[in-house]
């Protein structure tokens, strides 16, 4: 080996060497950085389709609590108009006729009673009429209550009136509906 310039040069076949070294360390280092590279695209798509896939399901989330809420709204609707159709018929099939506590009145009435006024709300009742003497009266409410038509009845009121030399007792009576 010669020296250049002060240098001694290396042998050929260590030169070679050297080169084959620097080669395969070369290829080495882009083979490895292209598998990294690789592993790394990989793992970013696997993240990009992961998120696509979680705001695809997230949007099906908002859709079907959409449709939950919906679904809740139409069975409580549904029980409502249940509800009312229930109350209908039994309105259409038991109907609160005034004529049938007409008719338990009337004979409830004696000759003794006599009806004056006879009012109704959705439960409650109130019953005036006049009468000869207070035991009349507790018959005809006695008699009352134990008709399926009224129950809860009390005596509320009573009053006497003179009229034409002949007292009378004014009695007024209220209660509740049967259903």
Known sequence: MKNINFI???APQRQREVLIWYRISAIIFVLLVSIILYIQI???????R???ERQHYAE???EFDALLTQKNRLKKEEQDIKQKVEK??????NPKNPYDYLVTLNKALSQEITLASFTTTKQQVEIT?????TQAALNFLNTLNKTPHFHELKLTMLKTKQQENKSSLFFTIKGKLAK
């Open 60 to 62: 099906k989330v908002q």
């Open 129 to 133: 009429a006049t009468g000869p003497n």
């Open 42 to 48: 990989k793992q970013l798509n696997t993240l990009i």
């Open 8 to 10: 001694n040069s290396i």
């Open 88 to 93: 209908i018929n039994q309105l259409t099939t």
């Open 50 to 52: 992961i998120n696509k």
